[in-house]
């Protein structure tokens, strides 16, 4: 019993190396039989990915650059050849790319795919699709100027937020010409709301492209270049000051009070970061000579600033305008009587050339110019400060009314004197020789 198991476990190993060898033996004439009875296959391959090929070709000589095709382009790639070179072919052993050959102009192409393989039997047949849509430009690059939107930044109460100054002044932007073309300037929008009292730093912000118009521009085509953006804004105090200017020339008795005026702007805003200007009201504009007053001309001030001050209001010039309501003027005639030299010197002669000052215009009120007289009238020159030699000299007096403080004199007017050597003063009778005397 034992042999006749053995026996039958031999036999069955016998049985499996035969079948084992009949397959072997039935792929080998069937690969035979394939090669010498039917050499050439007919395969399709799915999703063959394709390539834009420029280099070296006559775009690139012209400066073009490929600005817009889909990188994940596939083709489906039938071809036939003989079996034993492409009967295992995948995608991988095809190369798939887009036919550059001929284009030397920026624009939008449809251009044909074409494929390439390693075996030399290797015949395509048909690619699907067989064209792509290629877009093609110019590649420029540009420095485009940032912009600052600051809406949520403010200034506390009694501040005022300077111009912001954002860091760098501008980005480089690299991109299709035409594109980049139509870019104005870059906004940096800032992120943050803030309301400050003192100067501030910030980097929130975020960038965005926009057009001459205002419109917004995709950034996707572009590449940008730029330091990291950070934005300052400088903080003022701020404070309103009122207008004033003052009178010159005026006599000591006159009454500026009568003169009615309108300021063309009666205040300003000042911004500055010395805190000093909290403890100011006003700002003076200047000086006004009441001789120069005849209400046909109005008087401009220009506005001037210490160097640490700016104007938040902008302005710049003050008109100052006077109201003639009231008022009227008349001519005199100033005798020599009423024309006075005052602190003359000790040690020479003084002696008045002119004899009178004539057309001397007089403003006033109205009731006040219709009383007046010429002796009412005083034509003053102080010698104090002179530096004196002999001779003639011409000079600018004051005209006045002593007793009235209500009018002015209009205009300027000239007096002529004369400073000669002082002459000895005789002060009793002069001695004759010859005259009899008492013992005589």
Known sequence: MEKRKVRLHKKLRQDLSLR?????LAVIIWFVLSITLYPTVFMTVDDVPVTVQIEGTAAEEQGLSVIDFDENTAVDVSFNGTRYEIGSYTADDLHAFVDMSGITEAGTYNLDVKVTAGADSCEITKVSPSKVKVKLDYIKTVAVPIKVKDGLVSAAEGYSLGTPVVTPETINV?????????????????????????????????????????????????????????????VYFLKTLDFTFDYQ??????????????????????MTSNDSILNQDTLHLGYINLSDINFDNPFTFNVNLDSDQKSASGIDKVTVTFDSTGFTSKEFIIPESNIKLINTPNNCDVTLATRAIGRVVIF??????ESLSATDLIAEYDMQSMQLEYGSYTRNVKIYAPQIDSVWCYGNYEIVFNVSEKQPVVTGPVSDNNSPTAAD
Do not use: R
């Not at 419109?215 to 730029?226: A, M, N, Q």
């Not at 006033?364 to 110019?369: C, H, S």
């Open 20 to 24: 084992i060898l009949s397959v072997v």
């Open 174 to 234: 690299k991109g299709p010409q035409k594109l980049v073309d139509e870019i104005s300037y870059a906004l940096y929008v800032i992120n943050q709301k803030k309301t400050l009292s003192e100067a501030y730093t910030t980097s929130d912000g975020s960038l965005y492209l926009y057009s001459e118009d205002g419109s917004i521009i995709d950034k996707t085509p572009f590449e940008l270049e730029y330091d990291p953006i950070s934005v300052n804004y400088p």
């Open 249 to 270: 020339g005026a006599p000591a008795n006159f009454d500026t009070s009568i003169l009615k005026y309108t300021l063309s702007e009666k205040s300003i805003d000042i």
């Open 364 to 369: 006033g009120p109205e009731e006040v110019v």
